[in-house]
């Protein structure tokens, strides 16, 4: 169960009783945290210069995130004295309580990570809905989901330092549904959260999964949506309006089907998990695997168009971009996992033939929980493949 | 004629006779002017501690840097105060000797810009060549150029900051022509040498050019070829091997003519210049102009399906990367200017309908000189442009 002091800290916030002094040493905290969170451990007169305060306030604002067990004494610096002459004590986040927490609120099931300040990932969870659920009622959903997981793992969630929240679809800046979730979030955990595209998301684990080098990366998801994300010199791409990687949206076919969209021939029309299945009259993801793997020709057939098509729309973000990898991932890969050397041999034919070095094609290394995962890393603010970045919005706003 | 003194340092990098001695003494003066270009005014005293020099040593530096007119007194700062006692002079770039030079050798003509440290243009020139001219023989005309340049404005190069070259191609990293080219320059001017792609300085010009609160831009050229580049989150993009830009190779008809790159149906068979003439019987670019004034029912058609490819095009560019401004540049678009409005309705078509705040699409803003302007951006550092953008070639490895 959730402890009694989590309730309090939570009720304290939600319930509009906080008064400014709460709020001003609220905010205070946050700084504290963001700097050791930055810079990692660090003496009261380092921290008191660098946010600011006097000794006295943060001598207070130490001790409470000490009583929390949200930092911990980590070592004695001899070198640094205090104004006693004792050494002076660094203090450091809790890898143990300094927890970050990772949501994909997708069209029809929540999946959690919780990480600790070391990235371990200490408990992960997924919940399901209908898909035409209110997102009040998936709110509800993920909130209860994150409960149990509490329940079960003994994490207490009283060091938060921030949520990350992936949904689903494209999310300009400041969209209506993000700030609502966000809102939520932020309410319910007094913490700061960051809220982008789930498959962005994704892209950004997929990214650090592919290797501390990898600069550039192009990444695309083929599930019930076809999405994607892009990590260019070193960093995750928003795009001006927020809505870069939308590679579903790209036509694929000039006269094919009519997508969601409005417009005709996407390649989500051509290469998502529902075109698919109409595509080899089968009912689920379940039944392509088996029809793959029985040698059904129309089946095969229609694989092999979805992998050109796939293969020609990623050759030109390669023509476009030159990235160094490129991640092919979604449940219709893990289904049919050909696509992706078939994508590959397209994207090799479609490159300009004396271009240089390759990108390498490989299919995504992680699974449903990329997007909690990546929501994870996108709060890790050290990661240089988030320098400049969109900052979290502050829980205290 | 460029000066006595200009040659004799010249004929020192160049003849090979130059010692170890003069060659730490060189590197010593890069640090200093590179120091001195990124933080503006500094203190002796400054300098050293930042170089790492000792304060004799540092003297002999900027006496010879002062004697040079590289670098001048702007100011004595009351509240630092030399060993002596006597108020620290303040040292800087002299803004009419601390030059920057860009230089585009296209195909067929080599264009070179110089800036002043307070980045005005102070000469500008043009020459001509055949379009097989051999690379020593290009490298020539360059200089011919650079020297007549000098003669003409009375610019003496001595105090060059920077060289940046832009090369018609694909620029690979670490490519033969590209070390060719830089190798003949910083032998040339004994300064740092920067190498890549024109159309890409082209679009680092045309992001600066679009305003300062540009940070997310496609450019596409279509001249004798197509070309672009990227300016994505404030950053102008080389992609993971150096050839990211390269629009004029994703395939705009699939059963179009075979492309110098040995594809098919390029979109520079169909919107270059050349395939413009072609399409039209038309011999130069003049005639095309004419024929558009005159209503020719064969340049207008012509032009519209290049439009509406190089629309297309740029819609799939817009889908992946969000830009915030879309520009079209480049000879075509001067003789047919009807292209960037008709591309802009195709790119407003195929965005997804409900994807909110939409790319503006105009026309490229600068001339000619864009590719040699952009190469003489690309010098200057501390654009936040290019930040984590590859350093220039040091003139004395």
């Known amino acids: 169960m959730l402890t009694e002091k989590f309730w309090r800290s939570y009720r304290c916030v939600v319930s509009g009783t906080v008064g400014v002094h709460a709020l001003v040493r609220r905010a205070h905290e946050e700084r504290v945290l963001s700097l050791l969170r930055d810079r990692g451990a660090l003496s009261r007169a380092q921290i008191a210069t660098r946010v600011g305060l006097s000794r006295t306030t943060l001598s207070e604002i130490t001790g409470e995130l000490l009583a929390r067990g949200a930092i911990v004494v980590v070592n004695t610096d001899a070198q640094a004295r205090a104004g006693s002459g004792r050494p002076a004590e660094l203090l450091a986040l809790d890898p143990h309580s300094g927890q970050f927490m990772g949501v994909d609120l997708g069209h029809n099931r929540v999946r959690v990570a919780v990480a600790d300040a070391s990235h371990e990932i200490i408990a992960r969870g997924v919940s399901s809905y209908a898909a035409e659920t209110p997102w009040a009622d998936r709110l509800a959903a993920a909130f209860a989901l994150i409960e149990r997981m509490g329940r079960e793992s ?7 330092q921030g949520v990350g929240v992936g949904l689903a679809g494209p999310q300009p800046a400041g969209s209506a549904q993000s700030g609502i979730v966000s809102d939520a979030f932020s309410r319910r955990f007094a913490a700061p959260v960051l809220v982008d595209n789930n498959t962005r998301f994704a892209a950004l684990a997929e990214a650090i999964a592919g290797g501390d080098d990898v600069r550039d990366v192009l990444y695309v998801r083929l599930s019930d949506g076809i999405g994607g994300g892009l990590v260019v010199g070193g960093r995750l791409v928003a795009g001006r309006f927020g809505v870069a990687g939308e590679f579903g949206h790209i036509t694929a076919d000039r006269s094919g089907d009519v997508c969601r969209c409005g417009k005709r021939g996407c390649l989500e029309t051509v290469a998502s998990v529902p075109a698919v299945l109409r595509a080899c009259r089968l009912a689920t993801i379940e039944d392509l695997s088996a029809a793959l793997a029985n040698g059904d020709s129309t089946a095969i057939t229609t694989i092999e168009r979805v992998a ?12 476009i971009l030159n990235p160094e990898q490129i991640v092919i ?27 240089g070095d390759r990108p390498r094609i490989r299919a995504a290394r992680l699974g449903d929980d990329d997007g909690a995962l990546g929501a994870i890393a996108a709060l890790f603010k050290p990661s240089p493949l988030l320098a400049g970045y969109p900052e979290a919005a502050g829980s205290m706003q």
Chains 1, 2 share one sequence.
């Open 308 to 319: 050109t098509a796939v293969g020609r729309v990623l050759a030109d973000a390669a023509l």
């Open 154 to 160: 003994g994490v207490t969630y009283l060091a938060l």
């Open 329 to 355: 991932g979604g449940r219709l890969v893990r289904a049919a996992p050909g696509i992706v050397a078939r994508a590959g041999a397209i994207v090799e034919a479609e490159l300009v033939p004396a271009g």
